[in-house]
């Protein structure tokens, strides 16, 4: 991503620098190198950078399965995170490699340069590969993460895969719905111009509206773009997401599959930090980034209990963490001593109820978004042509 950096040159003068780089300290290091004494740092926020800046994120997957497939192959740790920044060929990318392997030089343990960078490993990532460091399976824990990657990724890619079609219903009606308020409906108007006393109430608000148009074309374009430019905008707004996802938890089906969802995540989560040999309060201090807030302070409070010596089932319950399915497991994983098991298998039980109903609701959504689309068009349709029908009626 993009910096903007104020700095101080080696003869004294301040200047600004724009720079790209992966994070903040890789910026500073940059200037460094190039003789400048770095005052403030701040990333450049702009269209281009918002396009681009999913595509320049740190390919952790990626990186995960190289390193795997050198570790199996008997290269020691140092020597696979070398080899791969030598075949890196973005830069940005090949310096954070270059970092990790000069710090595991240093005799300083993997999790440790991990989480020198905030930007490329996310801290489920580094407590993974840490509780790894205890018990010396680093290369099945790359494995849980890889599968637990791939099944998360199956999830969320259902889900849009799901919105697709409704998104593209929407741009079309709302296309064909502008086409006909901003082309089509201005030249009837002149038709209808002379007998507007009249015309039916709608009509008359759909003649004026043509009017409008006619004669302030520019003025209404514009102002459709700043409505259009301030909803996405808006979009953006982490208080406005909030609002947004706090309505939609207030609805009563859908609230409820948002928290089966969040939960099924969460326990997958759990159940790989706990084959990783984690420990389960700390475990589920882990998660607790993934839920919702007003989860979250749930969580604690389960948390509590287990410290307490509570059973992890009755605590969980009993702040409202678990489903019918999930209780009964987690007494199970409980009894038998196999509680990341247990947790994988509430999270697939969950999966697949969760992708039944994405299913079913998509199956119902979509007609009756097409059934709007249509009554929309055709409303504007039959307003343009009510005075025509009145006028051959009365021929009649």
């Known amino acids: 991503m993009r910096f903007e950096l104020r700095a101080i040159t080696q003869d004294g003068r301040i200047e600004?620098?724009?720079?790209?780089?992966?994070?903040?300290?890789?910026?500073?290091?940059?200037?460094?190198?190039?003789?400048?004494?770095?005052?403030?740092?701040?990333?450049?926020?702009?269209?281009?950078?918002?396009?681009?800046?999913?595509?320049?994120?740190?390919?952790?997957?990626?990186?995960?399965?190289?390193?795997?497939?050198?570790?199996?192959?008997?290269?020691?740790?140092?020597?696979?995170?070398?080899?791969?920044?030598?075949?890196?060929?973005?830069?940005?990318?090949?310096?954070v490699l270059e970092r990790i392997a000069a710090t595991l030089r240093e005799g300083r343990p993997l999790s440790t340069a991990l989480e020198q960078h905030p930007n490329a490993f996310i801290p489920l990532y580094v407590a993974t590969v840490r509780a790894s460091e205890k018990t010396g399976d680093l290369g099945?824990?790359?494995?849980?993460?890889?599968?637990?990657?791939?099944?998360?990724?199956?999830?969320?890619?259902?889900?849009?895969?799901?919105?697709?079609?409704?998104?593209?219903?929407?741009?079309?009606?709302?296309l064909v719905s502008l086409f006909l308020l901003l082309y089509v409906v201005p030249r009837f108007s002149h038709i209808y111009e002379?007998?507007?006393?009249?015309?039916?109430l709608f009509s008359k608000f759909l003649l004026l509206w043509g009017q409008s148009v006619e004669g302030h074309a520019v003025v209404v374009v514009g102002a459709l773009i700043a409505v259009g430019a301030a909803l996405w905008y808006a979009a953006r707004l982490p208080a406005v997401r909030a609002s947004i996802e706090r309505a939609l938890w207030r609805l009563p089906a859908v609230g409820e599959k948002l928290k089966v969802y969040q939960?099924?995540?969460?326990?997958?989560?759990?159940?790989?930090?706990?084959?990783?040999?984690?420990p389960l309060v700390a475990a589920l201090e882990m998660g607790a980034e993934l839920l919702h807030v007003a989860l979250r302070e749930r969580l604690s409070a389960a948390c509590r209990a287990i410290s307490e010596g509570q059973p992890v089932?009755?605590?969980m319950d009993r702040n409202g963490l678990t489903t019918p399915v999930a209780l009964r497991l987690l007494a199970v994983?409980?009894?038998?001593?196999?509680?990341?098991?247990?947790?994988?298998?509430?999270?697939?039980?969950?999966?697949?109820?969760?992708?039944?109903?994405?299913?079913w609701f998509t199956r119902l959504f979509e007609p009756?978004?097409?059934?709007v689309i249509g009554i929309v068009i055709g409303l504007i349709v039959i307003l343009m042509y009510m005075p025509i029908f009145e006028l051959a009626g009365s021929l009649r």
Not at 146 to 161: E, L, M, W
Not at 194 to 200: I, M, T, Y
Not at 368 to 371: Q, V
């Open 16 to 95: 600004s620098l724009d720079l790209n780089a992966l994070d903040e300290t890789s910026a500073r290091e940059q200037a460094s190198v190039r003789g400048y004494t770095v005052l403030t740092v701040r990333p450049k926020s702009n269209l281009l950078a918002l396009r681009f800046e999913r595509s320049r994120r740190f390919p952790v997957l990626l990186f995960t399965q190289e390193l795997l497939v050198l570790l199996n192959s008997g290269l020691p740790l140092v020597e696979a995170i070398a080899t791969l920044a030598e075949k890196e060929r973005h830069s940005d990318f090949r310096t």
């Open 140 to 174: 099945p824990a790359l494995t849980r993460f890889i599968a637990y990657q791939y099944q998360v990724d199956a999830i969320r890619k259902r889900a849009v895969n799901a919105s697709i079609y409704p998104a593209l219903l929407i741009t079309v009606g709302g």
């Open 194 to 200: 002379e007998r507007s006393s009249d015309l039916p």
């Open 263 to 278: 939960l099924a995540r969460f326990y997958r989560t759990i159940g790989m930090l706990l084959k990783g040999g984690m």
């Open 313 to 315: 089932s009755e605590s």
């Open 333 to 359: 994983g409980e009894q038998s001593g196999n509680m990341g098991e247990m947790m994988d298998r509430i999270a697939v039980f969950h999966d697949e109820e969760i992708t039944r109903w994405v299913d």
């Open 368 to 371: 009756i978004l097409m059934g």
